[in-house]
């Protein structure tokens, strides 16, 4: 395929003439990069801008010195781009790049980027208010995320009679920040007799709710449908099904798995806390009542 063929089905370029993506094609150079193989750093230095023509780059974030643990920010695919904060305001890289998968990018420099734009200016500037919409659309998503992840923090110093109690509020308080309309259910699991048990539904639109895999893992069940799992110390504290109206395009399916992952990790560790504090009210109240009698 040529290259004009490959930047054709970029959603960046989409509305371009042949003639303009002619021009553009000659400013940027193509690399491979194999599954594993880190794109950039976190905290260096860099003046690219990388678009994923083939493959998967995950965007993320060092959980310690030494860089043995990270923390998934974003997870981008064919036609998605990143880097373009080096671009536009010489920025030191906030986080790390990883092809998660064998993937082919096309990168361009700040230099050769504003030489494009500055020589022809017809085309870069079509180029670069597409990149200015795709960059403010993802500052609204981070906003949306920080303002739901505020709500769940209230949830978090909020006292809870059991996991599943928990469980449900937090989802009465985010299904509000997910756009468009979804059917959201939310099951706690009872260690007892080892099933999940319904704690909330939300219907955003008619249609039936699905059923749950015989072994529950976090995961697309299919392009409308998302399985969040919770889970602490080796074991399962509750699941949600999440299902949209309409099928997702598979760069709504990363950033909604982002998203999910984060709520996830933050769901499992608050309900063993309260597992565990629930469990220890209870041996409480019988070592009153055995006392008593």
């Not at 193509?30 to 599954?35: I, M, V």
């Not at 092809?99 to 022809?120: M, Q, T």
């Not at 699991?189 to 319904?198: G, I, L, R």
């Amino acid at each position: 395929m040529s290259d004009i063929a490959k930047l054709k089905e970029i959603t960046l370029f989409a509305g371009l003439s042949d003639a303009m993506l002619e021009e553009f094609s000659g400013y940027f150079k193509q690399s491979a990069f194999a599954a594993g193989r880190t794109v950039f750093g976190e905290k260096t230095t860099g003046d690219s801008l990388y678009i994923i023509v083939d493959g998967e780059v995950v965007i993320e974030k060092a959980m310690d010195e030494e860089g043995r643990e990270f923390k998934t920010l974003a997870i981008l695919s064919g036609g998605d781009f990143f880097g373009e904060m080096a671009v536009l305001g010489n920025a030191v890289r906030f986080a790390q790049a990883r092809a998660s998968k064998d993937s082919v990018l096309f990168e361009i420099g700040r230099d050769r980027f504003f030489s494009f734009i500055k020589e022809r200016p017809e085309t870069g500037i079509k180029i670069f208010s597409e990149i200015l919409k795709t960059v403010s659309r993802r500052l609204q998503h981070t906003s949306s995320e920080l303002t739901m992840l505020f709500d769940l923090s209230r949830q978090l110093m909020a006292e809870h009679r059991s996991p599943g109690e928990f469980l449900a509020k937090v989802m009465d308080e985010m299904h509000i920040y997910l756009e468009g309309s979804w059917n959201i259910v939310a099951y706690a699991y009872n260690k007892f007799n080892e099933e999940y048990e319904q704690v909330y539904s939300h219907k955003g639109f008619q249609g039936p709710a699905p059923a749950l895999p015989a072994k529950a893992e976090s995961g697309w069940l299919d392009a409308r449908t998302y399985l969040m799992v919770s889970a602490a110390e080796g074991h399962s504290l509750g699941c949600v099904t999440y299902t949209h109206s309409d099928e997702l395009s598979p760069v709504e399916k990363n950033n909604l798995a982002t998203i999910f992952n984060t709520i996830s990790s933050i769901l499992g560790s608050a309900m063993l806390n309260i597992e565990h504090q629930t469990e220890a009210a209870m041996m409480e109240r019988m070592r009153k009542t055995k006392n008593s009698i």
